[in-house]
């Protein structure tokens, strides 16, 4: 079955870059994602990636993943106070019921 | 903007209490979703819903039922409420495109429900 793993939490100091990393199982899995998730709200999509693609950049944000190893990093450039928060790592397949896999999360702290 | 709204922000409820939680959304998707959300253990799918009237389970349905009689609602339904279903409560919602793009999945804020 499908399976994401990831670590439980990292600490940056304001300014450096942060990376997160995650691990999956499913090699069927068509897109992989990450959510982000502020204190007392729900998960709001950050980026997303096809799994035909090795790397995705968008501003601060950039997504590599390697296939072969079944692992997604997520890299914040200039991590500010406001990228504290929970970041989930998630996928799916394109069959079935568009069902999304997600990680435990990993929590983001940035110290200012 | 896609809205996911949840019916109630916190919750507490006794033991063995009938719990209802509403979700709506307001895009006209087809597919809805019910996650409980604990430390350590992210997010466990419960139920999903693909269309009116229709459910399927998810990882961990064990206690909880569905129900979904118009397309933006979806209802979490907890039939006789136990400390360990204490939790945060998500739904969501995604627009069925299958091959055609991604799965973004939409959500609410979350209902953070105690049973004592």
């Known amino acids: 079955g499908e399976d994401v793993e990831q670590s439980l939490f990292l600490s940056v100091r304001e300014g450096d870059s942060s990376v997160i990393n995650c691990t999956y199982t499913d090699s069927s899995s068509t897109y992989l994602y990450w959510y982000k998730q502020e204190p007392g709200a729900g998960l709001q999509l950050l980026t997303y990636i096809f799994s035909n693609m090795d790397m995705k950049q968008d501003q601060r944000l950039t997504v590599l993943l390697n296939k072969k190893d079944k692992h997604l990093s997520l890299r914040i450039a200039d991590t500010q106070t406001g990228d504290s928060a929970i970041y989930f790592c998630?996928?799916?397949?394109?069959?079935?019921?568009?069902?999304?896999?997600f990680g435990i999360g990993t929590k983001l702290q940035v110290i200012p | 903007d896609v809205k996911v709204t949840q019916s109630s922000r916190y919750l507490v409820k006794r033991t063995g209490e009938k719990v209802f939680l509403e979700c709506v959304q307001d895009?006209?998707?087809?597919?809805m979703f019910w996650y409980r959300q604990d430390p350590g253990l992210g997010l466990r799918l419960i139920y999903f819903?693909?269309?009116?009237?229709?459910?399927e389970k998810g990882d961990i349905p064990e206690g909880y039922s569905v129900s979904r009689e118009k397309k933006e609602r979806f209802s979490l339904i907890l039939e006789s409420a136990s400390t360990n279903q204490t939790s945060m409560y998500l739904c969501?919602?995604?627009?069925?495109?299958?091959?055609?793009?991604?799965?973004?999945?939409?959500f609410g804020p979350g209902t953070r429900l105690t049973v004592t």
């Open positions: 895009m006209d998707h087809e597919n």
């Open positions: 998630a996928e799916s397949y394109s069959g079935g019921y568009q069902k999304v896999t």
């Open positions: 819903s693909y269309d009116v009237k229709m459910k």
């Open positions: 969501a919602s995604i627009e069925a495109r299958s091959g055609r793009g991604t799965y973004e999945q939409y």
